[in-house]
């Protein structure tokens, strides 16, 4: 079989990605102008509704936001992590993606990040951690359990934010955005696991007493730690809902079988009796 030929950019494909060069080029940043969409229309010589989804193309990629009315325009904005994030997932959407794929990146990642702040976390940043463990209520019996891993990874994303590597930083954004949507997909938050809860507040607190000491040694252990046993918690999690959604496929099942499937053996021997009479007798009555 040919292999599938590459589909060919469209017309405003080829002018977004010429902007971006530009702006690149220009070394343009936020709060910047483009030129405006009649003098775009006169540089790339096309119609009015090219350079439209065009510039359209570049709001949906977060690089520029569209100001209508007097003093409007396309104006540059600096691209945040989510959009990006979401177009990876969306890539890996139709992907088989567990938990522990994740946390086979995320256990060298995320220790790595955890070490480049030690230092430069600000009073700001930590008022956002304490905030963020004491939300977690983990001693609480009523605890919202989808909203407890949320914030769990929250934390995770509080250390990102404060990476000095942009690179590093959004690698682990994205996993713990992976991670995220596993909870959902997979209603992790269901089976209520409150030796979890427990353990990631306890690595969150220690890892706020190391980090306010700037003992790079203790973080990075904890860190490691964190993340294995983490890893454990999250297999065991999805084992525990295998097995539930395989209970619940019986019962299903169950519930949804033909009436034919109450017959006895016997009633099916005898129902097959009489249809054989039945045809047998049509047979006599056409003779």
């Known amino acids: 079989m040919p292999r599938d030929q590459p589909r060919r950019p469209k017309l405003a494909e080829l002018i977004s990605s010429d902007i971006k060069r530009w702006i690149a080029a220009e070394s343009l940043g936020e709060g910047d102008r483009l030129p405006n969409e009649k003098a775009l229309i006169a540089l790339y010589g096309c119609a009015k509704g090219t350079i439209r989804e065009a510039l359209k193309i570049l709001e949906v990629e977060g690089l520029i936001t569209l100001k209508t009315g007097p003093g409007g325009g396309a104006v540059i904005s600096q691209p945040g992590m ?6 990876l997932r969306n890539f890996l959407h139709f992907q088989t993606i567990d938990s522990q794929q994740v946390y086979q990146l995320r256990k060298l990642l995320e220790v790595e990040l955890a070490v480049s702040v030690v230092g430069l976390l600000s009073d700001a940043d930590f008022a956002a951690l304490e905030a963020n463990v004491a939300a977690c209520h983990c001693h609480h019996d009523d605890i919202d359990q989808r909203r407890q891993r949320f914030l769990e990874l929250g934390f995770h994303q509080l250390l990102a934010q404060a990476c000095p590597n942009p690179l590093l930083a959004f690698v ?8 995220r949507d596993l909870v959902v997909v997979k209603k992790a938050y269901l089976p209520e696991r409150k030796q979890f809860d427990h353990a990631n507040c306890t690595y969150h607190r220690q890892l706020i007493d190391a980090y306010r000491a700037e003992d790079t ?20 999690l999805e084992a525990e809902m295998a097995a539930q959604m395989l209970v619940s496929d019986d019962v299903a099942a169950q519930a949804t079988s033909s009436p034919l499937d109450a017959l006895t053996h016997a009633d099916r021997l005898v129902s097959s009796n009489a249809l054989i009479t039945s045809r047998g007798s049509d047979h006599d009555r056409n003779q």
């Not at 989510?82 to 177009?87: G, I, K, V, Y």
């Not at 682990?172 to 991670?179: A, G, K, S, T």
């Not at 203790?218 to 297999?235: F, G, Q």
Request: with cysteine.
């Open 82 to 87: 989510e959009p990006a994030s979401r177009m």
């Open 172 to 179: 682990c954004h994205f996993l713990n955005d992976m991670l």
């Open 217 to 236: 040694a203790r973080v990075r252990h904890l860190m490691r730690e964190h993340m294995e046993d983490a890893e454990r918690h999250m297999a065991a």
